[in-house]
């Protein structure tokens, strides 16, 4: 146990118990999380891939320090406060994996002075300016990846030539470091069905192999090509696009997650590490009882959460407002006490660990450990 | 300016200006926070009515003594954390409107024992005996509200008889304070249209009278009856059942409320006063610019935001995941550079506040103050 635990006293109840918990609370399983750490640092290593998994999931530098000794090269970030906070805990091989406005470029730069080993991606001209005049502003030398976009419409240049011209920029100058390329196919992570989503991964990885020649043929092979997520990360393997893996929902496996066939055998190799527990505050309805955890403690642009554990066989879960949900029970004469405390798997991670401050870090019925979720919030 | 803003130098940008906030930042119209709380503490003053405003909106003690120095008898809460956070910072008349878990009783009774004025709501004889024994443990009288369901179905008992039993309890207990009666009418708050939001309030306010009524009759009359909202205020004091109000919304005017007709001729008492501001971090597609403000910063249970500044007419708001949203051009001609800013007014004030650790407290262009959200998070 670390000192963690002592020094959050306050945030706990009576005991160092599961049972005893301040509700809702961010439950972690410690154990299925380094069952699901090992298994991805395996995996990786089985298939001569590097893996650099995305903070985003978890935002907390006790996770990322796991990963790394796990194996991890790096850690990615998607805000320039995730990288600060992990470049605080002197986390190795930071990325942050989304184009930043420009005005944080000295931010970044700053980050490198201070002796960070970061990294940005660009994917425009005006950016990479930005960043290169900052890195040079700061006596520093800026690792820069180019993004491309392989079809999520998002982020990243849309043809070869803009990364063409974006790499050269980078190798050109004398402050900037041009370490890869990035194309990240976040529309295809959540595509349930395997054989589908196999289908629809094969343009977009062909379009990625074409940037990666043309910036061969341009004398700017890429030395990197980073991507992936927990959806996509054994059919990329099977392309061999991709270099490094930026997997990150692997680690709590969320509902979303959980619905998605990873193996034709319906094989899962991960499981649910994250939940939220709630108490029953309201007992006088027939047919459900009253939780204190909606719309506050979960992520809602997903699923509805998923009951695991404390409710009765066949209930489900259902919003009731900011501070409210409902376990709808399946059969009439269910029950739940007042103060009893039920689980739920989480709909979506990330944004879900970003509602709360603490991980309440539990094996089996005992609380080991409270860790904050220090890289949360805006910007 | 407090000394705020010195302190937290480090979470604005290079100058104090509204302009050059770190993005995506939750921007506070002084102005227009100052103006609504005037227009309610007038209207409630000239209807003789008390104010309790609800604190779960803003979750901000500089916020709730604003609110008092207006003439507010003092502040709702909707969790415990929140009412920890107002009682640090010694507002007074804390209410919490919700049924707690009983085993949070001793932390409430905690409070009141420091010297908090506290009160909170029961709906159930375990949780009134929760209370009760947690009041004489740390030897300090509680005042407690009896919570009526008016046909919301989330917290509250649902018969007069219930109430009656509830409010005896609490009477006859040498450390209960029987306190009044609370019925919140949350399910009608955003029925946009008047007319049937007034019809829709009909029943339940008779409802509530009949309890009032059977109260009195039971010679426990409720000394205070509190209760209503931003959406049936107006409403709610021509009934003359309330006599204590607990709007929360009218501070912010989220999307949600700007749609809830006040009154006939379609006046507006109350202006937008709470944005996000977020900045352009891509232009590379021709219809639409991407922003760096997504499901991280928006709350998601209700509309889109709306785009109130920084943006060609007519365009229009789309989340992009996390991290992102669009910008949508109306018209093919439109553009937006790369690092403009764009503001929107926020879907739903309380769950989005709750996202930002800050306001950024702005007087038209200048950044005046920043002030921690204290009470945000879980539990």
Do not use: C, W
């Given at each position: 146990m670390s000192e963690g635990l002592g020094a959050n006293?306050?945030?706990?109840?009576?005991?160092?118990?599961?049972?005893?918990?301040?509700?809702?609370a961010l439950v972690l399983d410690l154990d299925a999380l380094e069952a699901n750490i090992a298994a991805m640092a395996a995996w990786a290593d089985g298939h001569g891939l590097r893996l650099r998994p995305?903070?985003?999931?978890?935002?907390s530098p006790e996770i990322a320090r796991r990963q790394a000794a796990a194996g991890a090269v790096g850690i990615c970030c998607a805000s320039l406060r995730e990288a600060q906070v992990m470049a605080a805990a002197r986390?190795?091989?930071?990325?942050?994996?989304t184009p930043l406005a420009p005005a944080k470029a000295p931010l970044v730069a700053a980050l490198g002075r201070e002796g960070a080993d970061i990294a940005c991606v660009v994917d425009h001209p005006d950016l990479a300016e930005a960043y290169l005049a900052a890195a040079e502003g700061a006596g520093t030398t800026l690792k820069l990846f180019v993004d491309l976009?392989?079809?999520?419409?998002?982020?990243?240049?849309?043809t070869a030539e803009a990364a063409i011209d974006l790499a050269g920029r980078i190798a050109a100058h004398?402050?900037?470091?041009?370490?890869g390329l990035q194309g990240y196919?976040?529309?295809?992570?959540?595509?349930?069905d395997l054989a589908e989503r196999a289908e629809k991964l094969i343009q977009p990885t062909a379009g990625l192999r074409a940037v990666v020649a043309a910036l061969g043929k341009a004398?700017?092979?890429?030395?990197i090509v980073t991507g992936g997520g927990t959806g996509t990360h054994r059919l990329d393997a099977g392309h061999g696009?991709?270099?490094?893996l930026q997997a990150g929902s692997y680690l709590f496996m969320d509902v979303q997650y959980l619905?998605?066939?990873?193996?034709a055998d319906g094989g899962q190799p991960y499981r649910p590490a994250l939940f939220v527990q709630a108490s029953v505050?309201?007992?006088?309805h027939p047919r459900y009882a009253v939780t204190d955890a909606g719309l506050k403690s979960?992520?809602?642009?997903?699923?509805a959460p998923l009951l695991?554990?404390?409710?009765?066989?066949g209930a489900s879960y259902r919003y009731m407002g900011d501070e409210h949900g409902a376990v709808v029970f399946?059969?009439?004469?269910d029950a739940l006490e007042l103060g009893a405390k039920v689980e739920c798997v989480v709909p979506h991670c990330d944004p879900n660990v970003n509602l709360f401050d603490h991980y309440h870090v539990v094996q089996g019925d005992r609380l080991v450990d409270i860790w904050p979720v220090a890289a949360r919030g805006n910007p």
């Open positions: 006293a306050g945030l706990i109840g009576q005991a160092e118990s599961r049972a005893a918990l301040l509700t809702p995305h903070g985003k999931s978890h935002k986390l190795p091989g930071i990325l942050i994996t976009d392989p079809g999520v419409g998002r982020t990243g240049v849309l004398p402050y900037g470091e041009y370490a196919m976040g529309n295809l992570q959540h595509v349930d004398n700017l092979p890429p030395a696009t991709l270099g490094e619905s998605v066939e990873q193996s505050v309201n007992v006088n979960f992520a809602t642009d997903g699923p695991a554990a404390g409710a009765p066989a399946a059969d009439p004469g």
